[in-house]
Nanobody
Framework: QVQLVESGGGLVQTGGSLRLTCAAS????????MGWFRQAPGKDREFVAA?????????????FYADSVKGRFTISRDNAKNTVYLQMNSLKPEDTAVYFC???????????????WGQGTQVTVSS
């Protein structure tokens, strides 16, 4: 079992930055692929970014991004702290959504691959 708690959301102006943090429980955090997803009102949950875990050694530390956030968002992990981060720069109003952290043994970019989810944190970008 993995429990995930997100923090760091808030209100920011267009062009601003936020860093989201996801704190995970469990002693095997490093095994899991970690992803960030987001869901805007009236829209489906969509993939934002992911970083590979040691369960699949060839992807360990590899990062994946949605085209809409490439070059603006950066995902990283600190296994010693059981934490994954999402640094968001050059934010746009269309980035407004609830952001969810998720963990998977063999996940990548699809929500159904992830077994564990946090409760979400709201990000609002004003124009």
């Amino acid at each position: 079992q993995v429990q995930l708690v997100e923090s760091g959301g808030g209100l920011v102006q267009t062009g601003g930055s936020l860093r989201l943090t996801c704190a995970a429980s469990g002693r095997t955090f490093g095994r899991y692929a970690m992803g960030w997803f987001r869901q805007a009102p009236g829209k489906d949950r969509e993939f934002v970014a992911a970083i590979g875990g040691s369960e699949i050694s060839t992807y360990y530390g590899s990062t994946f991004y949605a085209d809409s956030v490439k070059g603006r968002f950066t995902i990283s992990r600190d296994n010693a702290k059981n934490t994954v981060y999402l640094q968001m720069n050059s934010l746009k109003p269309e980035d407004t959504a609830v952001y969810f952290c998720a963990a998977a043994e063999r996940g990548a970019t699809r929500a159904y691959e992830y077994s564990y989810w946090g409760q979400g944190t709201q990000v609002t970008v004003s124009s």
